[in-house]
Nanobody, 118 residues
Framework: QVHLAESGGGLVQAGGSLRLSCIAS????????RGWYRQAPGKQRELVAR???????TYADSAKGRFTISRDNAKSMVYLQMNSLKPEDTAVYYC????????????WGRGTQVTVSP
């Protein structure tokens, strides 16, 4: 059963922008620490950004100043606005849901590919 579904990935030139979206099913509403992770080929999955239920945000150093995470609780959506994209941002981006900021995510989406060309 799919509890998280991402959309918005694609191919973009360096310097461009993309907006990723993720919708959550009602069944996991209590796992309301939402995040975006990414995994590049040959690398471990890493946190990109995370947002708590009260909208406290955390960003990886690589994302600070370029990416913005936001949420719309009424629509069960979380977004990742990515600006000034670089080729090193190329990865599969995964939406996540956790019960607490002190716990790893319990739920993952299937991922959406982001490719940034030079």
């Amino acid at each position: 059963q799919v509890h998280l579904a991402e959309s918005g990935g694609g191919l973009v030139q360096a310097g461009g922008s993309l907006r990723l979206s993720c919708i959550a099913s009602e069944k996991i509403f209590r796992f309301n620490v939402r995040g975006w992770y990414r995994q590049a080929p040959g690398k471990q999955r890493e946190l990109v950004a995370r947002i708590s239920p009260n909208n406290v945000t955390t960003y990886a150093d690589s994302a600070k100043g370029r990416f913005t995470i936001s949420r719309d609780n009424a629509k069960s959506m979380v977004y990742l606005q990515m600006n000034s994209l670089k080729p090193e941002d190329t990865a599969v981006y995964y939406c996540s849901a956790a019960a607490s900021v002190f716990r790893p995510p319990e739920y993952w989406g299937r991922g959406t590919q982001v490719t940034v060309s030079p």
